[in-house]
């Protein structure tokens, strides 16, 4: 008998789960709902919440009247939440509580008189966020070769929550180096990492493993590569209709897992597409 | 022309300077002076001090009275120092000024409810010192297998001022990806480096070094090999008596340094030495 057995973490974090649960419930409600910027890197959601009558927007001054504005998971700056507030706009603030306590702890150490170093991309919606509630004296490294000399003011560290680990630890540990008080908030969130350890175990139990995910997403060739590396059969898919029956010839347990931007709905009808396939 | 060129920085730190002094003026005074423990690891400078009048005692109960006590640069731990103030002793206290500052980080920390981390070696005496300025919840980490599992209680970390950097850097940096929120005082002392870095330069500018300090110091040891590592003729010597006149046939500039534990007198005598074997 055939057995299909998911990994213990996959697809979508908390995070942008809730987000999409947000802007799901504003839509049934009926509400004009307009993102600043699109809620998840993963066009087929796009479209589908699209469809359900989301509109995409870059700027905030394209909103239209009685629109509400959704904040996605990767927060926003300060100062356009402010000047939404000012407008009296109706926000949706679907801010991943991570990346929301990454933001209140950049406020908290620059008011302290912590100069604030953000561990993070240059340029990304959640550093761009992170950064503008800092003062001025808030500055983004994302590699040890960007770590500036430092002398003996009071440095604070806080990091984008999608950051590795690997390098968080590094470019964190050059600053002590260099600095006399550090003050650190590791607000790094373990999503990937679990699902990375999540697919270890996996390829322990199943024949075969089936990875869901956009073909360029980090994350998702991430899983892959590991269950190569354990040896294990792997197929790589972005949808369903690339599920082949003869992958499930003399296969018992069929291990699923998938990147941190695949809906849970591609997932299921994945799961369908193979129980179709091997039950009919 | 023969010249002798000193490395910018050699010789004892500032803080084991301090304790000379400290306990050179109180003798001169004709105070009588115990120190709790030896001033340095160097027998030649504690003879030196003996000869003044210094006593070394192991234990508060050894003291006579009348008598000063004399805390090296290492500091002691706190219980001792009250009980001294309990008594009435009057204290010199040469606890080296980088020590104190680790020792009010710790009391701090602790104060303020962080758990303590203070990364140095098991049962230094500094490290005994570290450690009693804390409460309960304070511990000492050496090496990495020793960091323990963290939950989300906050952490704070202090060093040993003579740690090697290299280790708290790796050591702090398993502490942040373990917990989520830390603050370090990054208490290390560069005397060491900062005599490693000036040897590099010094075997530049000298075609033959000179490396004044115990051959069991590990410090001392170190100056030798970044000298023969950048394939300078070196002499490792411990004293004066040691120098021979065929090192400077054909020598033109002579370089000198000095392990952290080599008083300047020795210094001193080796130069004459040298100027004696060269001039006469």
Known sequence: MMEIILAKELGFCFGVRRAIGLAEE??????????LGPIIHNPLEVSRLETMGLRV????NELKDGESILIRSHGAPFDV???LKNKGIDIIDATCPLVARAQRMVEFLSSEGYKVIIV???GHPEVRGLVSYGKGDTFV?????????LSKE????VGQTTFSLERFKEIVSEIVSRSWEIRIFNTLCDASRKRQRAVEELVDKADVI????GKNSANTRRLVDIAKSKGSIVYHIESWDEVLPEWFVGKDKIGITAGASTPDWVIDKVLEKIKELCYQ
Not at 57 to 60: A, E, G, H, K, T
Not at 210 to 213: A, K, S
């Open 210 to 213: 089936i990875v869901i995910g």
């Open 154 to 157: 009071k440095i604070g560290i």
């Open 120 to 122: 993070g991309e240059q």
């Open 57 to 60: 927007i870059d700027n905030i």
């Open 81 to 83: 939440i402010q000047e």
């Open 141 to 149: 490294v994302s590699s040890l070769e960007e770590v500036p000399e």
């Open 26 to 35: 504003a839509l049934r409600l009926k509400k004009l709902v307009a993102s």
